[in-house]
């Protein structure tokens, strides 16, 4: 019976280590933190609006005769006036370019029976003009030559680069004021800039509204008004600050 007792007290010895050293272990456990860094993460647009110094005007030259030659000829003749008028203008050969060309038979449908029309011929060109404020005289004069169809007007901006930089610079000012409001909020402090992503859809060239307009009389001796107006070049970036 000793020899007994002897060997449960030993088996209790050693569940009391085992438990003892458990409990250490656990214990160790417990007291490691994992450190956590904190960060607000931020999106900031900048904005820059610019005004336009170029514009592309297309207009072209359409005649009519039941004689195919006739109308061609009398195309050719108009549109050679209207390109001279152009030239006269300042307008640089190289910026003039033909943009489309059709010569078809006008057909229509009545009661079941095809009537054949008179042949059309339609020559549209296409002149960029760089002194913005000429454009109301350009057109002027291309419509006295012998434009009679004026298709549209865009306008444009030769060099973004400049205004491309302001609107990146607004932007990241942008998204730091906002992080520096979020931090100060929650009171915590703003720390460094941790990564700047710009948004890749978020910078386009200007767009500029374009305007279609119909050809005046020849006759009219008063100037056709332009205004272009103003777009804007927008920039968005996505940061990320550090929280102290």
């Known amino acids: 019976m000793k020899k007994i007792h002897r060997t449960i007290i030993h088996s209790a010895c050693t569940a009391c280590v085992c438990a003892a050293f458990m409990l250490t272990a656990t214990s160790c456990t417990i007291k490691q933190v994992q450190k956590i860094n904190r960060t607000v993460s931020v999106s900031g647009t900048g904005v820059v609006w610019v005004t336009p110094d170029r514009a592309t005007v297309t207009l072209s030259v359409e005649t009519y005769n039941?004689?195919?030659?006739a109308a061609a000829e009398e195309n050719a003749a108009k549109m050679t006036q209207v390109q001279t008028a152009l030239l006269s203008s300042g307008i640089p050969q190289d910026d003039?370019?033909?943009?489309n060309y059709n010569l078809y038979q006008d057909?229509?449908?009545n009661n079941g029976k095809k009537i054949i029309g008179?042949?059309?011929v339609s020559n549209e060109i296409t002149a960029v003009i760089r002194k913005i404020d000429t454009l109301g005289s350009v057109i002027d004069a291309a419509i006295t030559a012998g434009a009679n169809q004026l298709n549209s007007i865009t306008f444009g901006i030769s060099d973004t680069q400049n205004s491309e930089k302001q609107a990146r610079i607004l932007a990241i000012k942008d998204a730091e004021n906002t992080a520096k409001l979020l931090a100060l909020t929650s009171g915590a402090e703003l720390g460094k800039v941790q990564t700047i992503t710009?948004?890749?859809g978020s910078l386009r060239a200007p767009q500029f509204p374009a305007a279609n307009l119909m050809a005046k009389s020849?006759?009219?001796d008063v100037q056709t008004p332009i205004t272009p107006g103003k777009s804007k070049i927008s920039v968005t970036v996505h940061a990320v600050y550090a929280l102290q």
């Open 198 to 200: 710009e948004d890749p």
């Open 118 to 120: 008179d042949y059309h």
């Open 107 to 109: 057909t229509s449908w």
């Open 96 to 99: 003039i370019s033909t943009a």
């Open 66 to 69: 039941k004689n195919v030659s």
């Open 218 to 220: 020849a006759a009219s």
